[in-house]
C-alpha cells in the first residue's frame, strides 16, 4: 500500500536565518501508522508539523498526501499544545466549527459533532464553555475538534504537555482507545521519549542544525502496552541514547 504522507528532501529556513531549521528530510508515513517524533527542544519538530499541516510552507522539497479527494472530510486534523478552544463558544460549536465549508446538512454536521464528543468521552459537557472544562477536557475538545472533520492524517503537537502526569496517562490511553476505533495515521510530537515509546508503531527522531532523522525506530510491543515494563523502558533508554 502506498504511504498516506510522503516528505521529500524537505527544507524550511525562518526568514534569512543561514541555517534551515531541518534539511533534506525524507519521511514516510503508512496509512492507520501513528509515529511519534522526539527530539530536543527548539530542534524542529513543531515546525515540521506545521509543514506538514500546511500553515508553514518548506524552502525546498515536497510533502503529498495520498488521500482521497472528498467534499465531506479534510485530509488532515491538528491539535495543539493547548487545545485552542475560542472562549467565547461552547465546546459543542467549537467542536462543530472546523466543519465549516464542508459539504453537509445541518443534521449531518450535528451527527458528526455528536459522534466526536462521544469518541473522547465528553457528551456530558457539550454545553460547557472552554473555562468551565478542565486542561485534560480541554484537551480531548480540542482532539474531538480535529477528529471532527474525519482527517486522514491526525496531527499532533505536544498535546499532553500542559497537563498533570496522570492527566496526561489518561490522556494517552483515551488517545490509544480512539486510534484503535478511528484507526488513521497519527503524527504525534513530543519530547517525551517514554510517551512516544508507549504510544507509537515507530518513533523518529530528530537532532542536529539543520537537523534530520537520525533514528528510525520501529516499535515491535504488544499492545495494549504496560508503562515502566523494562522492554518499554529499554527501547526509551536506547532511543534517548541517539539524542
Ligand atoms: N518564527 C520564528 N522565527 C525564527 N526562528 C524560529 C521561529 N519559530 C521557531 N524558530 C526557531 O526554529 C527552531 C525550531 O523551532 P521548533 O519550534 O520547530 O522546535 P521544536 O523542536 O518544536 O522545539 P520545542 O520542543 O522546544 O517546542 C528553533 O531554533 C526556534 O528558535
Not at 500500500?1 to 534551515?20: E, K, Q, R, V, W
Not at 494517552?172 to 512516544?196: G, S, Y
Not at 504510544?199 to 537532532?207: F, K, Q, T, Y
Amino acid at each position: 500500500m502506498a504511504p498516506i504522507l510522503n516528505i521529500d528532501h524537505l527544507s524550511y529556513h525562518y526568514g534569512n536565518n543561514s541555517t534551515p531549521v531541518f534539511a533534506d528530510l525524507d519521511l514516510r508515513v503508512e496509512k492507520d501508522e501513528f509515529i511519534a517524533v522526539v527530539g530536543g527542544s527548539g530542534v524542529g519538530k513543531s515546525t515540521l508539523l506545521r509543514c506538514v499541516a500546511g500553515l508553514a510552507k518548506a524552502s525546498h522539497g515536497t510533502i503529498s498526501l495520498n488521500v482521497e479527494e472528498n467534499d465531506t472530510r479534510r485530509s488532515r486534523g491538528i491539535v495543539f499544545q493547548d487545545g485552542r478552544l475560542m472562549p467565547w463558544r461552547r465546546l459543542r460549536s467549537n467542536v462543530a466549527y472546523g466543519l465549516k465549508g464542508l459539504n453537509l446538512t445541518a443534521e449531518e454536521k450535528q451527527a458528526r459533532v455528536n459522534d466526536v464528543l462521544k469518541l473522547a468521552r465528553l457528551e456530558e459537557l457539550a454545553d460547557r464553555w472552554p473555562h468551565q472544562l478542565s486542561g485534560g477536557q480541554v484537551q480531548r475538545g480540542g482532539i474531538a475538534r480535529a477528529l471532527a472533520v474525519k482527517p486522514h492524517l491526525l496531527l499532533m503537537d505536544e498535546p499532553f504537555s500542559a497537563v498533570d502526569a496522570i492527566t496526561r496517562q489518561h490522556l494517552q490511553d483515551q488517545l490509544l482507545a480512539i486510534w484503535e476505533k478511528t484507526r488513521k495515521a497519527v503524527m504525534f510530537i513530543t519530547h517525551d521519549i517514554e510517551e512516544a515509546v508507549y504510544l507509537a508503531d515507530r518513533v523518529v527522531v530528530l537532532s542536529g542544525s539543520p537537523a534530520n532523522i537520525v533514528l528510525d525506530q520501529r516499535i515491535e510491543l504488544a499492545r495494549p502496552r504496560r508503562r515502566g515494563s523494562d522492554a518499554l523502558q529499554k527501547l526509551a533508554q536506547d532511543i534517548a541514547n541517539t539524542l
